[in-house]
């Protein structure tokens, strides 16, 4: 099953997608469209991340952790066309929003 949703991060509203399947999830969150999403896998439930530049690869891997967290048993596959070099309080913010509306949705 694939939503759609949007998050709104300081002034940026960012659009997202959701695909659940039997053992893994797909999320791609950005500014432009999820065309733009880069996948790939390592083995069973490894996390790939396959997005971002230098730094903000760093913040993009520990969300990616961070949301396997929320899906136990299950592969996290994370993109995203976002580049905020050395922005820590973007991409804390990014995740407080995204963790909100993701358990939001599991309740």
């Known amino acids: ?6 998050i709104q991060v300081g002034v940026e ?8 399947l039997a053992d893994s999830v ?3 969150v950005g500014r432009n469209r999820h065309e733009m999403i880069a996948l790939g896998g390592s083995g069973a439930r490894a ?7 230098s730094t903000s690869t760093i913040f993009i891997q520990n969300i990616t952790i961070r949301l ?3 899906f136990p048993n299950k592969q996290v596959l994370f993109s995203t066309d976002i580049h905020k070099e050395d ?3 973007f991409w804390s913010e990014f995740y407080v929003k ?8 599991m309740e």
Do not use: P
């Not at 099953?1 to 949007?6: D, G, P, V």
């Open 1 to 6: 099953m694939a939503t759609t949703f949007k």
């Open 13 to 20: 509203q960012l659009c997202g997608q959701r695909i659940d």
């Open 26 to 28: 797909i999320l791609w």
């Open 47 to 53: 996390t790939m991340v396959q997005s971002g530049m």
């Open 68 to 70: 396997t967290k929320l």
């Open 87 to 89: 922005d820590s309080d």
């Open 98 to 105: 995204l963790h909100e509306y993701l358990t939001s949705k």
